[in-house]
Nanobody, 117 residues
Framework: VQLVESGGGLVQLVGSLTPSCAAS????????MSWYRRAPGKERESVAT????????NYADSVKGRFIISKDNSKKTVYLQMSELKAEDAAVYCC???????????WGQGSQVTVSS
């Protein structure tokens, strides 16, 4: 089971970025996929979650209206479209995959997002 994030990087304030997370080694369609982030000195925060059907999505209040989570089952990839980026969005963004009905899942290695003013 492996998750590999990509697409992070440096972006200007109020700019946009779309990290992606490619999955392998498991039945992607049967997993709940999430994005978390951790900023220096802060607790890890759940940013967005998409259920196995792709229809149910949840977002942290801090990103609602600015971020969109989506997935492509054919590519086994989950995306996080981030727009109107703020300084406080800067963090390491990690992908998390959890099988339906289970509590434990697997983490990706993380991708740094830096927001410059």
């Amino acid at each position: 089971v492996q998750l590999v994030e990509s697409g992070g990087g440096l972006v200007q304030l109020v700019g946009s970025l779309t990290p992606s997370c490619a999955a392998s080694g498991f039945d992607f369609r049967a997993y709940v996929m999430s994005w978390y982030r951790r900023a220096p000195g802060k607790e890890r925060e759940s940013v967005a979650t998409i259920d196995s059907t792709g229809f149910r999505k949840n977002y942290a209040d801090s990103v609602k209206g600015r971020f969109i989570i989506s997935k492509d089952n054919s590519k086994k990839t989950v995306y996080l479209q981030m727009s109107e980026l703020k300084a406080e969005d800067a963090a390491v963004y990690c992908c998390y995959a959890r099988p339906n009905g289970f509590e434990d899942g697997v983490w990706g290695q993380g991708s740094q997002v830096t927001v410059s003013s």
